[in-house]
Structures are given as C-alpha cells and as structure tokens.
C-alpha cells in the first residue's frame, strides 16, 4: 500500500523502521487546497488519462479504475486495461474488487461506534476483552487502533506465510491467526513506536465481536456498511466473490510465479483485510470515514489525531492515515490494491482500484498511481510515500 508493502500484506502498510516515542504529527494541510484544485476540464482529463497509462505501462498493470471528483470541480471516472487476462474483458467502474486493508477502517468504524454508544473505552486494555495476549495488561484498544501495540504482525510469520502460499484457498480461523504471532516476542513497550500490524485488527475484531454479541461481518453490514448507503460492498465470511468482479494477479505464491489469485480465501486477513467493494462504494466511503458521518465529533476527532510513522509526511490515527494531508487508507491483496482518500479542503475525493499488488522498484502500484494523479491536480498535497530500503518479507501491508 503506498506505502511499502511487504508480501502478503492486508491492506496498508507503513513498512518503515519505527520512529522513535509517538508524538502528535503536526500534518497541517494548506487553507489554499479548494483553490487550487482545478476544474476537471477536458485537457485535465486528457493529462490524467496519460498519467495513469503511463502508471500502467512502466508498473506493468492488468488493469486499473479511478474515480476523482471535487465539488464544483466535475467529475473523472476511467477504466483502463483489463479485468482478465485470459479472456481480455476490459476494466469497469463496476467491478467488485478485493479491498485489503481497507477493511481496516470498517473495523475500527465498528468499535468507535462502540466507544460512541459508551460499550468500551478507547483507553481499555486489551486483557479486559481477549485473553492470553502477550503485554495484554497495558496494551490498550487505541494502541491497537493506532498501530503501536508492539505485537508481532502474524502475517510476517513464516510459518503463516508457507500455510497461505502452500494453500492459498484453505480458511483461517482468527485464533490460528493471533496464534502466529503470540509465539513472538514483544517488538516493543504499548505506545513507545509505530509499526504497521495486522495482528492488531484481529484483535479489535474480536473485541467487537465480544461487546456486541454479533459475529464482525454481520454487525459491520448492520452498523457501519448500511448506514452509510454503500451497496456493493460486503465482508465475506468465505472465499465467495460477487459477480462481475476483476480477476487478480500476483507473485506472492509458493513458485513465486504470477499467478490468478481471484478466488484465494480472503479469511487469514479478516478484520484486518477480507473485505470487497466497487468504486461507487468507495468513493462515498472516502468522505464518510474522513469526515465522521458516522461518529461523534469527538471521536472523529480522536480518531484523526495522527502518530509519526518514520515517513516523512505520513501519520496514522485510529485506523486511518494522513498522508500530505490526504485522509483515508490503502489495501493490498495478493492480486489486488486499492487506495481511498479524501482532501477536506477541496472535499476532494480519490479512489483507486486495480488487479494486481506486484510491487515496482519497491512501490506498491496503487501509491504510484496515487502520486501521479495528485501531482496533476493538488501539486501541493502530492501522496508520495517515500519507499524504506527495508527487503521484502512476508508481512501485512
């Protein structure tokens, strides 16, 4: 995800060194954004129309969809290449597409709903909800949250990655998931550093689970998918995929050869990475995320308060990113990645969704694609992840 990815990855992924002790990221976006967005015009058009292609070629990318828009600004929505390469059927804007990580911010949406209705507290440990977690005592719900738990990532495991890669269809249940990563140390104290985990997700789904009575994909599609007015996404329980979808292609198999991962289960990455949506879906999910629709102010403006990640220009909050002053979050999938941000200045609007996660040069294609787009149309809030010198390893992004 934009940010470095490492295989394997669920979703986003800040894969930098940690940063040091967590400090409030000052990420003040400039008050000139509205202005400077420009009219979606027809040469603009032409201008990312050329950007994106070029993406696509040098990335070397089946297939891609971007939706921009910006009130008063017009609208651009475009399909570029193909949804299957077996068959060559083009990209479409209504495609269902695998959305990784993004999952991430239904999840922690879920629980702040949570915290709203006075059910669990942000500062709770996670030891009062799911037991046998390592440092469970003084890890607490917004460490987890804000990925400073210092709980080892399961999907950096290898004996995960051997099971995933040896039978990529088999289910995962989210305690032989949390069970990956327990038999590891602590990374470091609640709090002290930042380190991108999808361990931590696991977790708060459980927790959600628990307060609520509910299993997570039904009490998500109740409270946090319907409100919002979203249709064609879905948390699925399987490796079910609604049709029409994008066939994905990716690297991360136990040949290492490109492979189709389209009907792969999506389970081992859960709370953390296994939902599905469509561009339409996500381009109201950005605004509604960003912006707290569905929170209290309050909350929304905890969850926004955003911690150093150790790359300049990005912090992450409860379960969301800033990244020059973009909000919102990436997902990668082994075949899939996707990218849904959200500009407050201009109420700007970006979503990117394609069909493969094979990295180019170290980067995730959705962060090329995102730093493409917004050089053209907000120069001064590019999203540019800068890429860690860190090798590759089987870790969630």
Known sequence: MGILVAPVGAGTAFAAEPSGPAALLAAAPSPSADEEFPQLTPAVAARLDRAVQDVMKEAGVPGVTVGLSAPGKGTYIRSFGVADKATGQSMDPGLYMRIGSETKTFTVTALLELVDQGKVKVDDPISKYVDGVPNGDKITLGNLASMRSGLFNYSADEDFYKALTSDPYRPFTPQELLDYSFK????????????????????????????????????????????????????????????????????????????????????????????????????????????????????????????????????????????QGWIGHNG?????????????????????????????????????????????????????IPVTQAKPSPSGS
């Open 332 to 384: 990668s999938l082994p075949g899939y990645e996707s990218l849904t941000i959200y500009l407050p200045e201009a109420q700007a609007t970006l979503v990117v969704v394609l069909n493969t996660d094979v990295l180019h040069d170290g980067n995730e294609p959705s962060t090329l694609f995102g730093q493409a787009i917004t050089e053209i149309v907000t120069p001064n809030h590019v999203f540019d």
């Open 184 to 323: 590891h140390p602590i990374q470091f104290q609640p709090g002290a550093e930042f380190q991108y985990c999808n361990t931590n997700l696991i977790l708060l789904g459980l927790v959600v689970e628990k307060v609520s009575g509910t299993p997570l994909n039904e009490f998500i599609q109740k409270n946090v998918i319907e409100p919002a007015g979203l249709r064609h996404t879905v948390f699925p329980t399987n490796a079910a995929f609604p049709s029409p979808h994008a066939h994905g292609y990716t690297v991360q198999t136990a040949s290492g050869k490109l492979e189709d991962s389209t009907d792969w289960n999506p389970s081992w990455g859960w709370a953390a990475g296994a939902m599905i949506s469509d561009l339409q879906d996500l381009r109201t999910w950005a605004r509604v995320v960003a912006t707290g629709t569905l929170l209290t102010p309050q909350t929304q403006a905890e969850r926004l308060k955003t911690f150093p990640t150790g790359l300049a220009g990005a912090g992450y909050g409860l379960g969301i990113f800033n990244v």
